[in-house]
């Protein structure tokens, strides 16, 4: 059980690797991810920012492809600082150096990585291999792929490479599992490289914001591990909160309406505050419970910050057990 002064919510970031028994509300996503990577070679994972696409490969997706006995590699970006040690030995492919960093570690001297592609970095080490002595699929992600359109930009002639060297090591490896993760606005942009890659790239699995039932397990999941719990009409309180936006009307004119979702983020910043501001003998309700008192809270004020139209921090109260 949590201790009372513990937020078991993230807040702006992205749940980790070992945030998982926190992690509620994509159990359909990540089974369906886990089921598209196992069957196709590469899977491109998109959406909005704010999603969760992170989130999702963190304490989702890694956490049940290793419990299958499958073999992961850390996560990789594109992007990234070149060391000082080679600058001047030249780096062939300044995307392909930052990828093979992220998996190589700081043990590995970076000089070393110069002039190696993936392909050849990958067939260096041994598939892991299971109870039987057969080798397992090796899955890697690249997260925020959309770097590959943002990050030197001057170097845009070695994005076709990058996603060459991809194909290359999907060639020479049958067990080997390719997941680019990317922002939804950029999926246009990876087309032209598309036609690269194993089936066209054809494989996608779109990531939408939380649907009530699901924001709903998000918010009551992650309590049962604490000493502190919200009533089910709270929670849907805040969901029906959390969905409403401010929109611009055929008229032109600002109408406040709920919206399908929720913004993962912004659930996870929202019960956060409320967590924060509860005292250690409360819970969260939206009305007096039988035999408590009320001790009405400014947590969950409507803030003045609202972003894309929505509040981070609802209007709800807590009330304090009584003693």
Known sequence: MAAA???PYVGPRPFGRDEKDLFFGRDRETRDLCSLVVAHPIVLLYAASGAGKSSLLNAGLIPLLEARGYEVLPSARVSGRIPDAVKNAGVDNVYAFNVLSSWAGPSVDPRDLVKVDIAGFLASRPHRKDAAGEPVLRVVLLDQ?????????ERWQERAA????LAEALERDPLLRIVLVMRREFVARLETFAPLLPQALRTRFPLDELGPKAA???????????D?????????????ELRTVT??????????TVGPSV????LQVACAKLWDDLPPDGWIAISLPPGGRAARSTAGRKAPAVRNGRSPTPPLTFWRRST
Do not use: N
């Open 263 to 266: 913004e993962p983020v912004q």
């Open 216 to 226: 709903q397990e998000a918010i009551e999941g992650p309590l049962a591990r604490t």
């Open 5 to 7: 002064d513990q937020t």
């Open 228 to 240: 502190r719990k919200i009533e089910s009409e709270a929670s849907q309180r805040l969901v029906e």
């Open 162 to 165: 990058l996603i060459r060297q």
């Open 145 to 153: 792929f959309e770097e590959l359109f943002t990050f030197a930009r």
């Open 247 to 256: 929109v611009r009307g055929a008229g032109g004119e600002d109408i406040e």
